[in-house]
C-alpha cells in the first residue's frame, strides 16, 4: 500500500517547484521594467473635489485603451459619492457618473491610470478607422454655440480656401494650414469661440481648435473637438483641445497650435469626443478637478509586446482593466477557501456550507461591504421571521427556501427604492450577487437550527461571518489581487499547501479546549 | 446544577497525546477513509436497510410493523395502526432523532404520545406524509417511513429517564466493542440521545456493563441535569447480550470502524436501532480515554504496530 501521507507531500513538492519555475521564468521573460523595452509608461491622477452637497450629477471622463496605448492597472477611490461607470452612448467613451451623498459636506474623487504607450515604429498617432451612420454625421456637421458656422466671416474665408477642382482631403489640408498659420496663439484666458477667433485672427488652443472645426464643418466635412492630455512630466496637467475629422472613411488628428497635420504624437492622450471639458456637470455642485502626470520608469506588468505570441495567453496583464478585474476576484476565490478550509479543519470553527464563506465575501467585494451588510441583515431577518411565522405551517424545504427569497427581494427593492426617495442611489446591480448567495446560505441556517437548535444555528451564523470578513479583509488587499494576476501560478502553492492539509491528522484548535477534561479528571 | 468537579480551563496537545484522544481530522484519515467502504454508508443511513440486515442475520432488532414507501400506502395503514397499542413512526433517512412520533397509547379522542399529546388519526396521517415528501430527511429527498414496535425503557435506567429512550453507543473496532457510552436523553436534548443537540453521556466499562463518569456538552458531568441522579453505579442489565448483537451487526455490515446504537427493552431485551459510519468522539470524555489507548491495544494484538 503506498504511504498517503509521503505520496501527498511529494505532490505538494512538486507542485511548489513547478510554481516557482513558472514564476522565475515569469520574471525572467515576461516582467522587464517598461522603458528598458522602448514602451513608456505614465500615471494620469483624477484629483476631483466637491464642495457643495447639492442635488445634481457629473460626468467624469475617463481614459481608455486606444490601438496604441493601454491601462494596465487603475484604481478609483471616492468619499462622500456614489460613482458608476459607464460608457458615452454616442462616443462610446468612458465615463464616471458621480452624485454626492446626503450626509456629506464634500465628496473627492481620485483615480490613477496607468497607461502602457505600446512601442510602434511609427511614433505618430495613425488614423483611426470607423462607420459612421447618417445621424453620427448630421451631428458632427451641426452648427454649435461656440462653433458657429453659419457667419458671413466663416464664409468668406471658406470662398478663399477652396476651388472647385479640390478633394476633400486637399481642402482639409488647406484648412489645417489656414488655422495653424492665420490665427496667432493667444493667451489660455482669452476667448475660446470660433466667431471671435476668426475674427481676431488670433486664439488660445481651444478657440484655435473649434475655429478649424468650424470650417470643416461648413465645408460639410464631419469634425469634432478632442479633449485630452498630452503625456508629460507635470504636477498641473492642463487639458489640451485638437481637432478630429473624418475623411476617408476615417477619423484623422489634426493639432493646429503645433502644428501636427494627421497624424499625432502618441503621447497625445484623447480622454473625450463629446465634451470640451473632462468633468461636465452644473457649476452649482462646485467641482475642482486636477489633474498631474508622472512618467513611471520602470512597471512591474508592461505590455511587452504588440505580437500576439502564444505564451501571452498566460500572461493575464494583458487584459483590459474591467476584465483584469473580475479575473483577479476569481483568482482570489481559492484564497479564500484556502482560509476557510484552514478555519475549519486546523481551527475548527464550522461554517454553513464550504464556499459560503468565500462567496459571501466575494459579494461584499463586488457590492461594497455597506450594501452586503444591509443585504445580510434583511435576508437574516426576513429567514428568521419567516421561519418563526411558517414554521407551524410545514412547507417542504424548497418551498419555504422560496419565500424567503420572494419576500428578501421585496424588502431588497424597498430598501433600495428608499435610498433612491432619500438620493442616496445606491448601485442596484450591487445588491443581487450578495441576495442569492445570502439566501442560500439562510437554508443552511434553518436547517441547522431546526436540527440542533436556534442557539446553534446563530453561533455558526456567527463563526461564518467572522470567516467571511477575514476572507473579505484579505480579498480586498489591492496587492494581493495583483499578485494572484500576475502570477497565476501561486494557484500550484495554494493546492500544495491544501494538500498537506488534506492529510494533517493532528488536533484541531477547537478540540484542545473540547476534550480539555479528559486528561485532568483521570477515573481509572 | 451541581458541578463536582474543579474543571481545567486548559489542556496540553502533548497531554492529549498521552491519552491517545482521537481527534476529528485523525478519525477521518486514519480510521474512516482506510476501514469504511463508501458504498456501506448507505447501509447506515437508510434506517430501513439496516434492519432488512439485522433481520436477514437474526440480529434482534424492533419489530417492524409497516415499512410505507408511497403516498398511496398511508391510507392503507389505517387500518393497522387502529390494531397497534404503541408504536414509533420514524423517517428511514432522519438525523438526530427528527421526525420520531411515539404513541403510546389509544382512547375514545385519539392517539396519545409518549408526552401525553393527543393527536388524531388525521394527524398521523399527515405526519407520514410529510416524512415521504422528504421533510426530515437532510438533503429534502423523497423519503420512507417505517412503523415500529414502541420501546419500553428498562426499569435499570429509572431515574435516568427523561423525556425519551436512552441507547447505548458502541464503538466497535475491526469487531472487538472498544468503547461504549449510555446517552440519555434530557430536556435540552428534547428526548433525544444525541450528545450534540444536548443529551448526557455516561461511560461503560466493558467488562461489567457498570456505568461511570459522564459528559454533557463536552464537559465532564456526574449526575442527570434534570433529575440530579448519580450517572455512575448503574449496571446495564445483559450486558454480554448487548455487545454480542452490536458485534454481531458490525461484522454484518463490513464497517471496520463503526459506532453501534443499541436499545435496551423491558420486553425484548437488547435491540439494535442503528449503526453510524462516523461515531462522535464525545465518548472520551464520557469515559475519560483516548480511543487510541483502546484502538492501539488492539493493533498490538493483532501484530500491527
Known amino acids: ?524 | 446544577m451541581v458541578r463536582p468537579h474543579k474543571l481545567p480551563f486548559w489542556s496540553w496537545p502533548s497531554e492529549f497525546r498521552q491519552n491517545g484522544i482521537m481527534g476529528i481530522n485523525s478519525r477521518n484519515i486514519n480510521l474512516i477513509f482506510p476501514f469504511n467502504p463508501r458504498p456501506i454508508y448507505a447501509l447506515c443511513d437508510n434506517k430501513a436497510l439496516t434492519k432488512k440486515l439485522c433481520e436477514s442475520q437474526h440480529i434482534p432488532a424492533p419489530q417492524t410493523y409497516a415499512l410505507i414507501q408511497r403516498f398511496g400506502d398511508i391510507k392503507k395503514s389505517k387500518g393497522l395502526l387502529l390494531d397497534l397499542p404503541g408504536f414509533v413512526i420514524k423517517p428511514t433517512r432522519g438525523a438526530g432523532g427528527r421526525g420520531v412520533l411515539a404513541i403510546a397509547n389509544r382512547n375514545g379522542k385519539g392517539f396519545k404520545n409518549t408526552k401525553g399529546e393527543l393527536f388524531s388519526l388525521e394527524q398521523i396521517k399527515y405526519h407520514i406524509s410529510t416524512i415521504l415528501s422528504g421533510l426530515y430527511s437532510l438533503s429534502g429527498h423523497p423519503d420512507q417511513a417505517m412503523v415500529e414496535k414502541l420501546i419500553k425503557p428498562h426499569p435499570a435506567f429509572k431515574g435516568l429517564t427523561v423525556a425519551g429512550t436512552p441507547d447505548i453507543r458502541i464503538v466497535i473496532y475491526k469487531t472487538t466493542p472498544i468503547m461504549s457510552m449510555l446517552r440519555l436523553p434530557t430536556e435540552a436534548s428534547q428526548g433525544r440521545a444525541n450528545l450534540h443537540q444536548g443529551a448526557a453521556g455516561v461511560g461503560i466499562d466493558l467488562e461489567t456493563g457498570t456505568t461511570y463518569g459522564g459528559v454533557l456538552r463536552d464537559r465532564v458531568f456526574d449526575v442527570h441535569p434534570d433529575t440530579g441522579a448519580p450517572l455512575g453505579g448503574v449496571t446495564i442489565p445483559m450486558w454480554k447480550d448487548v455487545l454480542k448483537i452490536a458485534t454481531q451487526l458490525s461484522r454484518a455490515i463490513g464497517l471496520q470502524y463503526v459506532g453501534v446504537d443499541v436499545l435496551l427493552d423491558a420486553e425484548d431485551g437488547p435491540l439494535i436501532l442503528e449503526a453510524n459510519a462516523r461515531p462522535g468522539l464525545s465518548i472520551q470524555i464520557a469515559n475519560r480515554c483516548g480511543l487510541w489507548q483502546k484502538l492501539n491495544k488492539i493493533n498490538l494484538k493483532q501484530g500491527i504496530s
Open chain 1, 1 to 524: 500500500m503506498i504511504n498517503r501521507n509521503r505520496a501527498a507531500i511529494l505532490i505538494a513538492l512538486i507542485l511548489i517547484v513547478a510554481g516557482a519555475l513558472c514564476a522565475w521564468l515569469r520574471i525572467k521573460y515576461t516582467l522587464k521594467p517598461a522603458g528598458s523595452q522602448g514602451g513608456r509608461a505614465w500615471r494620469l491622477t483624477y484629483d476631483i473635489n466637491l464642495s457643495s452637497t447639492r442635488e445634481g450629477k457629473i460626468r467624469i471622463a475617463l481614459p481608455d485603451n486606444t490601438p496604441y496605448s493601454h491601462i494596465y492597472r487603475e484604481t478609483f477611490s471616492h468619499q462622500g459619492i456614489w460613482v458608476d461607470l459607464l460608457r458615452n452612448k454616442r462616443t462610446q467613451g468612458r465615463e464616471a457618473s458621480v452624485v454626492s451623498m446626503a450626509g456629506y459636506q464634500r465628496g473627492r474623487f481620485l483615480a490613477h491610470f496607468d497607461i502602457q504607450l505600446k512601442p510602434d515604429q511609427k511614433s505618430k498617432l495613425p488614423p483611426v478607422k470607423e462607420k459612421m451612420t447618417a445621424n453620427d454625421r448630421a451631428y458632427y456637421l451641426r452648427t454649435e454655440k461656440y462653433m458657429q458656422i453659419n457667419t458671413p466671416g466663416l464664409a468668406n474665408i471658406l470662398d478663399l480656401l477652396a476651388n472647385e477642382q479640390m478633394t476633400k482631403t486637399e481642402l482639409l489640408t488647406r484648412i489645417f494650414d489656414y488655422c495653424a498659420e492665420n490665427i496667432i496663439k493667444g493667451e489660455k484666458k482669452l476667448f475660446s469661440d470660433a466667431e471671435k477667433t476668426f475674427e481676431h485672427g488670433i486664439g488660445n488652443t481651444l478657440g484655435r481648435a473649434r475655429a478649424m472645426v468650424a470650417l470643416c464643418r461648413l465645408s460639410k466635412i464631419p469634425a469634432r473637438v478632442v479633449a485630452g492630455f498630452i503625456l508629460e512630466n507635470t504636477q498641473e496637467a492642463q487639458v489640451h483641445h485638437w481637432v478630429e475629422a473624418f475623411s476617408q472613411k476615417k477619423w484623422f488628428s489634426y493639432d493646429p497650435e503645433n502644428g501636427y497635420s494627421a497624424q499625432l504624437p502618441i503621447t497625445f492622450l484623447p480622454i473625450t469626443r463629446d465634451s470640451i471639458d473632462i468633468v461636465r456637470g452644473p457649476d452649482t455642485l462646485g467641482y475642482q478637478p486636477r489633474y498631474s502626470i508622472k512618467r513611471l520608469l520602470a512597471s512591474t506588468s508592461s505590455v511587452s509586446s504588440r505580437e500576439s505570441r502564444l505564451w501571452n495567453i498566460v500572461d493575464l496583464t494583458r487584459l483590459t482593466p474591467s476584465m483584469q478585474e473580475i479575473v483577479s476576484l476569481i483568482l482570489l476565490l481559492p484564497l479564500a477557501a484556502l482560509i476557510t478550509t484552514i478555519f475549519r479543519n486546523i481551527i475548527g470553527i464550522q461554517t454553513f456550507g464550504t464556499f459560503t464563506p468565500s462567496l459571501i465575501a466575494l459579494s461584499f467585494i463586488h457590492a461594497d461591504w455597506r450594501t452586503g451588510a444591509l443585504v445580510l441583515f434583511i435576508v437574516l431577518a426576513v429567514g428568521i421571521l419567516v421561519r418563526l411565522l411558517l414554521n407551524k405551517l410545514q412547507l417542504l424545504m424548497v418551498a419555504r427556501l422560496s419565500i424567503i427569497l420572494t419576500l428578501a427581494v421585496l424588502c431588497m427593492v424597498l430598501a433600495v427604492s428608499v435610498l433612491d426617495y432619500l438620493n442616496l442611489t445606491p448601485s442596484a446591480s450591487a445588491v443581487l450577487l450578495p441576495i442569492v448567495i445570502l439566501t442560500m446560505m439562510i437554508e443552511r441556517f434553518n436547517i441547522i437550527a431546526e436540527e440542533d437548535g436556534l442557539p446553534n444555528a446563530l453561533k455558526i451564523f456567527v463563526t461564518t461571518i467572522l470567516v467571511s470578513v477575514c476572507c473579505f479583509l484579505v480579498m480586498k488587499v489591492e496587492m494581493v489581487g495583483r499578485l494572484a494576476l500576475i502570477f497565476p501560478e501561486v494557484q500550484l502553492f495554494n493546492v500544495a499547501i491544501l494538500l498537506m492539509i488534506g492529510r494533517y491528522s493532528g488536533y484541531r484548535l477547537s478540540e484542545i479546549w473540547r476534550f480539555r477534561d479528559i486528561t485532568q479528571i483521570p477515573l481509572k
